[in-house]
């Protein structure tokens, strides 16, 4: 029985340190792809009042996202010269070119239909 006991426990430690490694090295990666993606903040808003619009959507890439209660939007892993396309009900599609080499900020202005 003992015998039995001191191989599960050295299988366990065994399983422990080769998921432990497995756990760093992922979160390696993470950090890499963190640390080489770009990020932009935008806020969306009508175009003659100004007010901002919850609920645009803004697509990037195959990534489609929501614009918060304060029409705040932010996209992660932006490439250079990136397409941006906004639209919402009652309002004209909208698309914008990205220079995410100078920008981190933008503001979007949709006009009603």
Known sequence: MK??????????????????????????????VIADSKEIRGVVCDKTTNESLAGAVVMLNGQKIYTDLEGNFILKNVDTDSELKISMISYQEKT??????????????????
């Open 3 to 32: 015998k039995l006991f001191i191989i599960a426990m050295v299988a366990l430690m065994g399983l422990n340190v080769t998921v432990s490694a497995a756990k760093k090295a992922d979160k390696e990666a993470n950090t890499e």
């Open 96 to 113: 914008i070119k990205l220079d995410v080499t100078g920008q981190k900020s933008i503001k979007i202005l949709l006009s009603q239909q």
